[in-house]
């Protein structure tokens, strides 16, 4: 029971030190020079807004979407003639921040698969990654054949932009998810990453790194990790259960049903964190060959959800109106549940 409970944890020091990170750079307003810097460096209207909104959602942290959206509002048009170019941004600022659930190594959908099944981040991409293409292919559909550069009108901005900010503030941080994109050690890579942010932001104090991270997110996900650990040591017996009950994921009605719960579910709660938990729970019992499958399928539950705060918040800032995020997440999650199906079965 001990192994149960342990196997996996030492992912929850990502997790802090991450939280650590982001936290820090959230309140000394680390990243304020780059929009200013694509603007004048990027003649595509679209691409700065998508750009912009990628990186400023790259933190893992609590409201990304109103971080960056609050960010982009200070830049977009205003008054009734502008309502329609105000419209465009918001789901460009959606899917430019939520990509990062299929392949950031900060992020809980990717860490929990980690933790649960023993994978390296490379052997974790070597199973998602025909779900990041489409998802890549379905924003560029959509930035250059939905929107047109017209379309996107942005501010003038004269604020000096300093690129010794940006180099001493962003550039680092993107090193630290590139080093561990390319396989170096991450709990080295955030441990020199965290104290190096707490240097250049003269943050010494220990209640203030702690007041950074969101100790009920750590519980969840230590309480998921050993929950995967937990029925993977009794899958047969789990399994032999459920077959008795009719809900065989190898018969077409135990595959619907399984596969209507776990949207349902995903759906009901509206939450990444949850809805990582989900797909964990369910691939440790069906087998990892269904990782790409319950992922899918629960992002899509995910973002469909009217707990999911994202949108709402979207159409507050920008006015985008519901039908049309609707249309646009719904074309994303028949995408990816398409992929995911043809990976299962081919």
């Not at 998602?128 to 501010?155: A, N, Q, R």
């Not at 519980?219 to 009950?245: C, K, P």
């Not at 209507?260 to 809805?275: E, N, V």
């Amino acid at each position: 029971m001990i192994d149960l409970m342990i196997k996996g944890q030492v992912y929850l020091f990502l997790i802090v030190f991450v939280m650590m990170i982001a936290g820090m750079i959230k309140d000394n307003n680390l990243f304020s020079d780059v929009f200013a810097f694509l603007k004048r460096n990027i003649r595509s209207n679209r691409a700065v807004v998508a750009i912009f909104s990628a990186v400023t959602g790259v933190l893992p942290i609590k409201g990304r979407v109103t971080v960056s959206a609050g960010l982009l509002d200070t830049v977009a048009p205003r008054g009734k003639l502008k309502a329609e170019s105000r419209a465009k941004f918001g789901p460009i600022d959606f899917m430019s921040t939520h990509h990062y659930y299929f392949w950031s190594p900060l992020e809980k959908t990717v860490i929990l698969p980690m933790a649960a099944f023993s994978l390296t981040y490379g052997a974790f991409m070597s199973i998602m990654w025909p779900l990041l293409v489409v998802t890549f292919g379905y924003i560029l559909w959509y930035l250059i054949f939905i929107v047109k550069d017209s379309d996107i009108e942005l501010k003038d901005t004269k604020e000096k932009i300093k690129i010794s900010r940006i180099t001493r503030y962003v550039i680092p941080y993107m090193i630290g998810v590139g080093a561990v994109i390319a396989g170096y050690d991450w709990l080295f890579v955030f441990a020199a990453l965290t104290l190096y942010y707490m240097i250049v932001t003269q943050t010494f104090n220990l209640k203030t790194l702690i007041k950074y991270v969101d100790w009920k997110i750590v519980a969840w996900v230590a309480g998921i990790i050993f929950a995967s650990n937990l029925i993977r040591s009794e899958t047969e017996t789990i399994n032999t259960f459920l077959g008795q009950t009719g809900l065989d994921i190898g018969t077409v009605f135990g595959f619907i049903t399984i596969t209507l719960l776990s949207f349902l579910g995903a759906f009901a709660l509206g939450s990444s964190s949850r809805f990582g938990a989900i797909t964990v729970i369910l691939t440790s019992l069906y087998g990892i060959e269904y990782l790409p499958w319950f992922f899918a399928v629960d992002f899509a539950g995910y973002i469909m959800s009217p707990m999911h705060k994202c949108v709402a918040i979207g159409k507050m800032y920008f006015g985008t109106k519901l039908s049309d995020y609707a249309k646009l997440l719904a074309g994303w999650a028949i995408v990816l549940i398409g992929t995911s199906g043809v990976m299962l079965y081919v």
